[in-house]
């Protein structure tokens, strides 16, 4: 049994744990400090009732200031000289797509990434793609103690004569420490990968550059960055040449609907896309459905029980996490995104491969980001806000041939293609300005925050458990008591709950 925290207790627990970080500060434990900081992100990032905190900008700001060596003479940077950071080193995000396009401004481009990215996803790393690309050299950070990696990133740059940095971070990166202490004179742009979480850095940049009008939004309403420093780059999918893995033996013969991505995003209170998906199989008994998305222990207990309860065993397929994606593409017949959160890469993927998309927005959604990320050179509607019009394609899709190839290359053509976004980055990062409109419009912030802390008690988060856990039982009883009668309720239900 879980206890679900109040959104109260969340932001109380988060200001605790970062007065405790700070009181770690103070006493120069700096080891304690970055523990801390980092539950911090950990906690705002899931729940994202706020997307800029300038109190733990300065933390780390000062955290930086203080570990930081920093050059004492003046800094003269080469207008020929950029840097790539990156926190992935993998092909499934941006880097291979930026580092192309970067390498073919005829700029000096170093990109730098770090050894513990590098192990993290060994058998995902790009390192050798980049290395044979035109005026491009690599400098891995190696392990060590967190002071030597940030001091060694921060002299790697300074050394390099960098004008520009551009960052392909996450939302707590080795590079925010050295960010803030950097000179003024290295513009600073940070690709925003993540526009729907809480992210570190804002406060230090100089541009960020977006990829639709919904990440822009949030960047000029909630993250406190003026207009002029927002720049709109949508992208593309690179592909990774991976051989097709294959697909269950269950799917020869019939017309196979793919669709997956972080399985929050299949959460909501009326369980909309799971119905939508239950509604398409009990209709057509000769489609199989695959679905995509990283192992949890929460995701396998919904999927298994959401298969026995339907009666799915020979029609649903869990494959978990696919390094060939682009190949799963390529090999299903339509590609139906999650819902009520959809994501611009897989609906790109689908898009590029020439798959039609069956896309489904809850009515209000306010990232509803498909056309966004596909309609570039022409614009059309692909998604619905209406079930029985979602549904109403699904059956033209699934019964008409000809009109699922034709969806799927009007997709394809629409796409932003790789010789267009080359021209984008290079024009954008010698203008600094947003060679493509922002499209900002006025973001619901409650409807987003009230979605998130929904879609976790959906998954039974145990965020209650995970802050009592950081900051004890003295200090809950202190600085939320309701948080500690809840934790103890529940230990004495589960004791009496044992045979």
């Not at 994202?48 to 933390?59: P, T």
């Not at 073919?104 to 690309?133: A, H, V, W």
Request: proline share 4%.
């Amino acid at each position: 049994m879980h206890f679900k925290a109040s959104l109260l207790e969340i932001k109380l627990g988060y200001r605790k744990i970062k007065s405790i970080a700070h009181a770690c500060l103070v006493t120069k434990d700096y080891d304690r400090f970055n523990k801390y900081f980092n539950y911090c992100v950990t906690i705002v990032s899931q729940f994202n009732w706020i997307y800029r905190d300038d109190e733990m900008e300065d933390l780390q700001h000062e955290y930086a200031d203080a570990i930081i060596n920093k050059s004492d003479r003046s800094y003269n940077p080469n207008q020929n000289n950029w840097v790539f950071y990156d926190d992935y080193s993998t092909s499934y995000v941006l880097a291979l797509q930026w580092m192309s396009a970067l390498s073919n401004t005829g700029k000096n481009i170093l990109y730098i990434t770090s050894q513990y990215s590098f192990e993290k996803r060994i058998d995902l790393c790009i390192i050798d793609t980049i290395k044979n690309m035109p005026n491009v050299s690599v400098c891995v950070i190696p392990a060590g103690t967190l002071e030597e990696r940030a001091n060694l990133l921060y002299r790697t740059i300074i050394d390099f004569g960098s004008s520009k940095l551009i960052l392909h971070k996450g939302m707590n990166s080795l590079v925010n420490i050295p960010l803030s202490v950097l000179p003024s004179n290295i513009e600073k742009y940070n690709i925003n990968l993540g526009d729907q979480f809480f992210w570190m850095g804002a406060k230090w940049l100089d541009y960020n550059i977006e990829f639709r009008p919904f990440g822009a939004s949030v960047s000029s309403q909630l993250r406190g960055l003026k207009r002029e420093q927002l720049l709109m780059v949508p992208f593309y999918p690179a592909n990774e040449n991976r051989p097709f893995q294959g697909f269950p033996p269950i799917c020869n013969n019939k017309t196979v609907i793919f669709s997956g991505g972080d399985f929050y995003k299949t959460i909501d209170q009326h369980h909309s896309y799971w119905d939508l998906v239950k509604a398409i199989l009990d209709k057509h008994k000769d489609v199989i459905f695959l679905f995509a998305t990283k192992r949890s222990y929460n995701c396998q207990l919904f999927i298994e029980d959401f298969i026995k309860k339907n009666h799915f065993e020979d029609r649903f397929c869990y494959i978990q996490y696919r390094q060939d994606i682009f190949q799963v593409f390529a090999h299903c017949d339509i590609y139906m995104g999650t819902s009520p959160i959809s994501g611009s890469l897989m609906s790109q993927l689908a898009a590029i491969n020439g798959k039609p998309i069956l896309q489904y927005y809850p009515p209000g959604t306010q990232d509803d980001e498909t056309e966004q990320a596909i309609c570039i050179n022409e614009h059309f509607p692909i998604s619905f806000s209406n079930k029985k019009d979602f549904l109403d394609e699904a059956e033209r899709l699934l019964n008409d041939r000809n009109f699922r190839r034709n969806q799927g290359m009007r997709l394809k053509k629409a796409m932003m293609n790789e010789s267009q976004f080359n021209q984008l980055v290079n024009t954008t990062l010698v203008s600094d300005k947003s060679q493509m409109p922002l499209g900002i419009y006025q973001i619901n912030h409650s409807y987003l925050t009230k979605r998130w802390l929904k879609s976790r008690d959906e998954r039974v988060s145990d965020i209650g458990e995970y802050i009592y856990s950081i900051i004890g039982a003295k200090d809950c009883i202190r600085s939320i008591p309701s948080l500690f009668i809840k934790k103890n309720l529940n230990r004495i239900f589960r004791n009496i709950a044992k045979p």
